[in-house]
C-alpha cells in the first residue's frame, strides 16, 4: 500500500506524489532482514501507514490504515516477530549517506529528544528533564544520531538512555525485557557508541556538533578528548561556566568573554532560518589545553543582537586556520537535528508509539526514523528538481 497523500509542504505535492513508488525500492533495501515473507509485508505496510495521514499512529489507527482488521498484526510486529532491528538501523545509516552524503558538507549532529509517558511501565521511564516539555515530567529520553549536509538531513542511529533506577532494578528489567548486557550508560556514552558506529562505516562528515549536554562537565569532557584522539573536529555546546584554558591559567568561559572587546565581535549568519537569516554577533578565543598548544582549539560566542545579555558559548576544535565563518556555520546546523525532531514527530508518528519493551521500542523508532528519512531524500530530490538539477531517476 503507497502512501496516498505524502506529508511534505505543500509545494512539493506533486513532486513527491511521482516519486512514491520509490518506498518500494526503500522496503526492498531493508525486506532481507525480516525472516518470514508474512513480517516483511506487514513492515511494508508499517511504512506506509507511518507515511499517510493517520491522525494518530497508535495500533488500532495504524492497522487500519494498513488494511487490517485489529492491532494484533502491528503489535506482533514490533513485540514478537524476527527481525533484525539493529541490521535495519544500518541499512538506515547507507540510505542515509547514499542519497544526503557529502564530504565537504557532512556534519554529525547529536541531541536528545523526550517522549512523555503516564505510569511507570514503559522502559526507562521516569521523572526527569527533558527539553520536550521545557521542564521535569514523566518521561523517556532518547538519544539521536543525525547526518545533514547541503543535500538535507536525516537520523542515522539512536539509543534509549536508561536511567540508573532502571539499571539497576531487577525486576523492573525482567518485565521490560531489557538485555542482561545492557547496563547503566550516560548520555555521553551513548553518544560515543553511536558515533563509533558511525565512523566505522566511514560515514562523510569533517564535523560533530552537540548541545550542551554532550559538551559540558563528566564524561562530556572525555567526549572532547575522545574525538580529538580520533581527529574529528567538533563544535559543542557548553555552559558558561565551563572552566578553559586561556592565557597560562583556567577560567570560566564568561569571565573569558567579559573581558572582550567590541572590536572582538563579528556580526554573521548561522544559516538560513523560517524568518531568514540567523543573524547573531560571534567571538572566537584561541585556547590552550593541558600540556598542548592552542592552534586548532577556541572558544566560540554567540551573542543576541536584540539582547546583548544573551550568550551562548562553544568549545570548538578543528584544523589550524579554519575561519570563523565556519565555525559559526557548523554550530548553526544544530538547527537541523531539531526540525528532523519536528517533522519526524509530526510527520512518521515518532512519538506515538504504545511499546513498554525495550526491543519494541527500537523496532518502533527504527522504522519511523527510516520513513523520516525517506521524506528527507524526496525532499532533497525535489529541491534538485527546483534548482535545475537532472532529475532523478
Known amino acids: ?16 506524489k511521482r516519486w512514491a513508488k520509490t518506498l518500494d525500492e526503500l522496503h526492498a533495501i531493508v525486506a532481507r532482514r525480516f525472516r518470514r515473507p508474512e513480517v516483511r509485508a506487514r513492515a511494508r505496510r508499517y511504512l506506509a501507514g507511518l507515511l499517510g495521514r493517520v491522525d494518530r499512529k497508535n495500533g488500532w489507527q495504524m492497522a487500519e490504515r494498513m488494511g ?4 494484533q498484526g502491528v503489535q506482533r510486529l514490533l513485540n ?31 541531541d536528545e529528544t523526550g517522549f512523555l509517558k503516564k505510569g511507570g511501565k514503559s522502559v526507562g521511564v521516569v521523572r526527569q528533564y527533558t527539553g520536550t516539555a521545557g521542564r521535569i515530567e514523566n518521561a523517556q529520553v532518547g538519544v539521536f544520531l543525525a547526518y545533514a549536509s547541503s543535500k538535507g538531513a536525516a537520523f542515522v542511529d539512536r539509543a534509549l538512555y536508561l536511567p540508573k533506577d532502571w539499571a539497576g532494578d531487577t525486576a523492573r528489567r525482567a518485565e521490560a525485557d531489557v538485555p542482561q548486557e545492557v547496563r547503566f550508560a550516560t548520555k555521553g556514552e551513548l553518544a560515543k557508541r553511536m558515533l563509533e558506529r558511525a565512523f566505522e562505516a566511514c560515514i562523510p562528515a569533517r564535523w560533530v556538533v552537540a548541545d550542551t549536554v554532550y559538551g559540558t562537565y563528566g564524561t562530556a569532557r572525555g567526549l572532547r578528548g575522545w574525538l580529538e584522539d580520533r581527529g574529528c573536529s567538533y563544535v559543542l555546546a557548553v555552559t558558561g561556566t565551563q572552566g578553559v584554558h586561556q592565557e597560562g591559567r583556567q577560567r570560566q568561559a564568561r569571565k573569558v568573554v567579559a573581558g572582550l572587546p567590541e572590536e572582538a565581535w563579528t556580526r554573521a549568519s548561522a544559516g538560513a532560518g523560517s524568518k531568514g537569516e540567523r543573524l547573531y554577533d560571534w567571538a572566537r578565543v584561541p585556547l590552550t589545553g593541558v600540556g598542548s598548544p592552542g592552534p586548532g582549539r577556541w572558544l566560540l560566542v554567540r551573542r543576541s543582537i ?9 568549545l570548538a576544535h578543528g584544523p589550524e586556520g579554519t575561519p570563523l565563518e565556519e565555525l559559526v556555520w557548523v554550530a548553526g546546523r544544530r538547527w537541523a537535528v531539531e526540525e528532523c525532531f519536528e517533522q519526524a514527530k509530526g510527520e512518521t508518528g515518532l512519538d506515538e508509539y504504545e511499546v513498554r519493551k525495550w526491543e519494541p521500542w527500537y523496532r518502533h523508532v527504527t522504522l519511523s526514523l527510516l520513513a523520516h ?10 529541491g534538485s528538481r527546483k534548482r535545475g538539477a537532472p532529475s532523478p531517476v
Open 306 to 314: 536584540a539582547d546583548p545579555a544573551a550568550l551562548a558559548y562553544y
Open 80 to 110: 514478537r516477530a524476527r527481525w533484525d532491528v539493529g541490521a535495519v538501523r544500518d541499512d538506515l545509516r547507507a540510505y542515509v549517506v547514499e542519497h544526503l552524503g557529502d564530504q565537504e558538507s557532512g556534519v554529525l549532529i547529536m
Open 1 to 16: 500500500m503507497i502512501m496516498e497523500e505524502p506529508r511534505t509542504g505543500g509545494n512539493e505535492f506533486d513532486a513527491v
Open 68 to 71: 487490517e482488521t485489529g492491532p
Open 373 to 382: 528519512a525517506y521524506l528527507a531524500v524526496l525532499r532533497s530530490k525535489a
